[in-house]
């Protein structure tokens, strides 16, 4: 098949991106079909660029930080979705992360466009990268999260510590509402900390979140079509799994989770149960946090988790024999046969 690989984009999560999208397009060829690489902050990559990023280990480690906030000043380019590389395309793989690449932007203009896509729709990612929304949803839902505010915009009276500790308890989590890859995420340990975390996890979005901190085990549970993938227990090389853990080789430690069976049957039909509440639909993550008496909290759903050499949607599939191509090849399977139903 004509396929298109969407990948960088202007999120802070844009190295990231890149080295999923060129990971995927690799394995899409090697199954056999055709891909083009397409970024629509700057248009088609030529193989010569995909051979220098590959090379140079884009998405390995974490770009500095002032790079980061200025990407979120930045948009796609305004034809990108009229592009031959996407008119023309059967099927456009989205290997893009965080930003306008995960919050419905792209593809409420895919939809648009009358383009097929992987993943999940527009109302449902845009729900699911507003942590804030999306966890209104999961507590209707009756799936547990942790309890939050939303700090006062910048400018405004800033946040009384006071409803902190009366509502959220110390420690805390201060991070963006609308980022992935723990960008701008700050654990503080007490009002003195507090607005100074507000303001770095301001420098990357436009809403920030105070979550109450859950001590304990770190678990995810990939989902592919309608089934759970193993859950898998994350252990970082330090005491946050932030983005230095999560892209540099050994410095986490992922391995399918030693649980009993009816932990793992909670865990995947909390799993289950959050990506159909929000309205997930063809692959996704979702992490979750065991404090020390055994319960489960709901961190975040992840719409399109990375794909890069150490990211865990890989490693879940792997653990359930499903090798990286097919893995691939799948999530377009069920975007197309997705798109039938509809």
Same mark, same amino acid.
């Given at each position: 098949m004509r396929l298109t690989v969407l990948l960088g984009g202007v999120s802070a999560e844009r190295d990231v991106s890149l080295s999923?999208?060129?990971? +995927?397009?690799?394995? @899409?060829r090697e199954v056999g079909h055709e891909v083009t690489c397409f970024d629509p902050a700057f248009g088609v990559l030529a193989a010569e660029t995909e051979r220098s990023l590959l090379a140079a280990g884009v998405g390995s480690k974490p770009p500095a930080l002032a790079e980061l906030a200025e990407l979120r000043h930045?948009?796609?380019?305004? *034809?990108?979705v009229s592009h031959s590389a996407i008119r023309n395309a059967e099927c456009i793989v989205i290997g893009l992360h965080g930003g306008q690449g995960e919050d419905g932007t792209v593809q409420a203009a895919l939809d648009l466009a009358g383009v097929p896509y992987t993943g999940s729709g527009h109302m449902a990612s845009a729900l699911s990268m507003d942590k804030h929304l999306s966890k209104i949803v999961l507590r209707f839902a009756g799936v547990p999260t942790a309890d939050w505010? +939303?700090?006062?915009?910048?400018?405004a009276?800033? @946040? *009384?510590?006071? @409803?902190?500790?009366?509502?959220?308890?110390?420690?805390?989590?201060?991070?963006p509402s609308r980022q992935g890859s723990t960008v701008g995420l700050s654990i503080v340990n007490g009002p003195d900390e507090l607005q100074t975390a507000i303001e770095e996890a301001y420098r990357f979005d436009d809403a920030v979140m105070v979550e109450r901190?859950?001590?304990?085990?770190e678990f995810t549970v990939g989902i592919l079509g309608d089934d759970a993938l193993p859950v898998i227990e994350i252990v970082p090389a330090k005491a946050l799994y932030d983005y230095e853990c999560k892209y540099t080789p050994g410095m986490a430690k992922e391995f399918v989770a030693d649980l009993p069976p009816e932990t793992v049957e909670r865990i995947t039909a909390y799993s289950l149960q959050a990506f159909g509440a929000c309205g997930l639909s063809g692959y996704g993550r979702v992490d979750f946090r065991m404090d020390?008496?055994?319960?489960?909290?709901?961190?975040?759903l992840n719409t399109l988790p990375g794909m890069t050499p150490t990211s865990l949607i890989p490693q879940a599939a792997a653990a359930a024999d499903l090798l990286f191509p097919s893995l691939?090849?799948?999530?377009?399977?069920l975007a197309l046969a997705s798109r039938r139903r509809g």
């Open positions: 999923s999208g060129l990971r +995927m397009a690799a394995a @899409l930045r948009s796609l380019s305004a *034809d990108w505010i +939303m700090a006062p915009p910048l400018g009276t800033p @946040l *009384d510590p006071a @409803l902190v500790t009366e509502q959220v308890g110390w420690p805390a989590v201060v991070k901190f859950v001590a304990g085990r020390p008496d055994g319960g489960l909290w709901c961190l975040e691939c090849n799948r999530i377009v399977e």
